[in-house]
C-alpha cells in the first residue's frame, strides 16, 4: 500500500496536522488513543480519507515474556477503530524481571535496545509470531535508537533485521534517524546497515530530529531534523522507493511553518530518485524453529533485568558494559521519566516550581517505576509529604490536597513507609 508523505500525529499539534498541506497519512502513538472512540481531529482526518496508523510503544516484544494477550487486544481493538492497514511496534524491550527471574517487575519508561544475539532473536521471532496471530493487520517493527551496545553481540543491524524478516515473515519500519543515532552512538555505518537489511520488506519510515550533545546523539524528537539524518534517507532511497515517509516530533512543537518546511525537505529528498546497483548480497539461514532453543527466554531475562536493574535501581554494572555510557542511559530515562509525569500529573511541576525536576531526579535515582507513570506521580508527591516537603507550607498543603484527592483520605505516616520499604526490599531478595 502506498503511503505518501505524512507526520505523526499528537494532540499538542491537532490543529496543525489538520491544515497541514500535502499530508496523505499520520500515525498515533496506540497507547494515547481509547479503544472504543476517537479524538475529534483523528475522525475529521479520517473522514477526508486521510489513513491513520496507530504506532505502538509498551509491548515489548524484544523482551523475555510472551506479550502480554491484554496489551495485544488493545491494540487490535485500536486498529479495528482506525481501519488502518497495519499496526506498528518496536524492537525493544521495556520491562524486566517477573516470574523468570523471580524478581519484581521492572519497567523502563522507554524503549531498550535488544542484544543481537541468536538467543534474544529466538524470542524475538516468537514474541513476533504470537503477536502477528493477534492482531487483525499487518505488523511493521521498527529498529531503535541506542545509546549503549550490549557485550558479545554476534549480528549486525542489518543482519539482525533480515533474520527477522525471513523467519517471521513482519515487516519493517526503518527510522533513518535511529540509523544515524546508532552511527554517532555505535561507530555503525548506516549505509551497511541498509545494504544488509531487505528493504524491500520496509513498509514505511521514520525521519526525525535529534541533537549531540558530549559525543553522543540524543534521538530527542524535539530538535528540527538535521541534514545528515536526511542524507541517511537518501541512501535509503537509493535502495528502495518506501511506501511512506513520516516525520515524528513528540516535544517542544514548533509553529505550523517550521513543520511544514521540514516536510518540504523530506518531500524532496523522498522524491529523488538516485538509484544505484544492487546491494550486496545477503548470507540468510534457513527458518528457525517456532519455538527459542532450550533456556534462551531463561537467559535473556537474567540479561536483561540485569541491565535494567542498574539503569534504574543503582545496581552494579553488568560486565562488559560501558560504564559512562550506562550513566548517559540511566541519566536519560530519570529525565524522561520526570518530563512524562509532568504531563500526566501537571500540578507538580506547578506546586514545585523550579525544583520539581530537581526534586523528582533525586526520587527517581533508586526507586524503579512499577506500576505506571500515575501511580509514580503518586508515589512521588507521598515521598515528599512523608519527609515534610516541600519546605513551602502553602506548597505542602496544595500537595496534600492533590494527593488525598487521587489517593487516599490521608498521606501515611512514617511508619507506613517504613513498612512499604521494608516489604520492598524483602520481595526484592
Same mark, same amino acid.
Not at 533485568?305 to 553488568?318: E, M, Q, R
Not at 550513566?327 to 500540578?347: I, T
Not at 507550607?393 to 496534600?400: C, F, M
Given at each position: ?259 511544514? !518546511?521540514?516536510? $518540504? %525537505?523530506? /518531500? ?7 538509484? *544505484?546497483? #544492487?546491494? +550486496? @548480497? ?108 516541600? !519546605?513551602?507550607? $502553602? %506548597?505542602? /498543603? ?7 484527592? *487521587?489517593? #487516599?483520605? +490521608? @498521606? ?18
Amino acid at each position: 500500500m502506498k503511503l505518501g508523505i505524512g507526520i505523526g500525529w499528537r494532540p499538542e499539534i491537532a490543529d496543525a496536522v489538520e491544515d497541514l498541506p500535502g499530508i496523505d497519512w499520520v500515525e498515533a502513538v496506540a497507547e494515547n488513543l481509547c479503544t472504543d472512540h476517537l479524538p475529534d481531529s483523528l475522525v475529521r482526518l479520517r473522514e477526508r480519507g486521510v489513513t491513520v496508523v496507530p504506532h505502538g510503544v509498551s509491548l515489548g516484544l524484544g523482551g523475555a515474556d510472551r506479550p502480554d494477550p491484554g496489551r495485544l487486544a488493545g491494540l487490535a481493538a485500536r486498529a479495528e477503530l482506525l481501519g488502518t492497514p497495519l499496526v506498528t511496534e518496536h524492537i525493544a524491550f521495556v520491562r524486566a524481571g517477573g516470574p523468570l527471574t523471580a524478581s519484581p517487575v521492572l519497567e523502563a519508561g522507554h524503549l531498550l535496545p535488544v542484544p543481537r544475539t541468536w538467543d534474544a532473536l529466538d524470542v524475538l521471532c516468537e514474541n513476533v509470531r504470537i503477536a502477528q496471530d493477534s492482531l487483525p493487520v499487518p505488523l511493521a517493527l521498527e529498529n531503535i535508537a541506542a545509546l549503549i551496545s550490549w557485550p558479545g553481540e554476534e549480528l549486525t543491524e542489518g543482519q539482525f533485521l533480515a533474520e527477522l524478516v525471513e523467519r517471521t515473515g513482519v515487516r519493517l519500519l526503518i527510522d533513518v534517524a535511529n540509523l544515524h543515532t546508532n552511527h554517532v552512538n555505535r561507530g555503525e555505518d548506516p549505509a551497511t546497515a541498509l545494504d544488509e537489511l531487505p528493504v524491500e520488506a520496509i513498509a514505511y519510515v521514520h525521519v526525525a530530529g535529534g541533537v549531540e550533545k558530549d559525543g553522543v546523539w540524543h534521538d530527542t524528537h524535539a530538535h528540527p531534523v538535521t541534514r545528515p539524518v536526511l542524507d541517511v534517507l537518501a541512501e535509503l532511497r537509493s535502495r528502495v522507493d518506501p511506501p511512506g515517509v513520516l516525520l515524528e516530533r513528540d516535544d517542544d512543537f514548533p509553529p505550523a511553518a517550521e513543520l511544514a !518546511g521540514e516536510l $518540504a %525537505a523530506i /518531500r524532496s529528498t523522498a522524491a529523488a530518485s538516485t538509484a *544505484r546497483g #544492487a546491494a +550486496r @548480497p545477503r548470507t540468510v539461514r534457513p527458518p528457525a524453529p517456532a519455538a527459542p532453543a532450550a533456556g534462551a527466554r531463561d537467559r535473556t531475562a537474567v540479561a536483561q533485568t540485569a541491565l535494567l536493574s542498574s539503569l534504574v535501581a543503582g545496581t552494579p554494572v553488568p560486565e562488559g558494559f560501558d560504564h559512562r555510557r550506562l550513566g548517559v542511559q540511566s541519566r536519560a530515562l530519570a529525565a524522561k521519566r520526570a518530563d512524562v509525569v509532568a504531563k500526566v500529573a501537571p500540578e507538580l511541576p506547578e506546586i514545585l516550581g523550579d525544583g520539581y525536576r530537581r526534586e523528582f531526579l533525586a526520587y527517581a535515582r533508586n526507586r524503579p517505576m512499577s506500576g505506571g507513570y500515575r501511580r509514580d506521580a503518586l508515589a512521588f508527591a507521598e515521598l515528599l509529604l512523608v519527609e515534610g516537603r516541600p !519546605g513551602d507550607e $502553602a %506548597a505542602r /498543603r496544595r500537595l496534600t490536597v492533590w494527593w488525598r484527592d *487521587r489517593a #487516599a483520605p +490521608r @498521606p501515611p505516616g512514617r511508619a507506613t513507609r517504613l513498612a512499604r520499604s521494608a516489604r520492598a526490599a524483602l520481595l526484592g531478595k
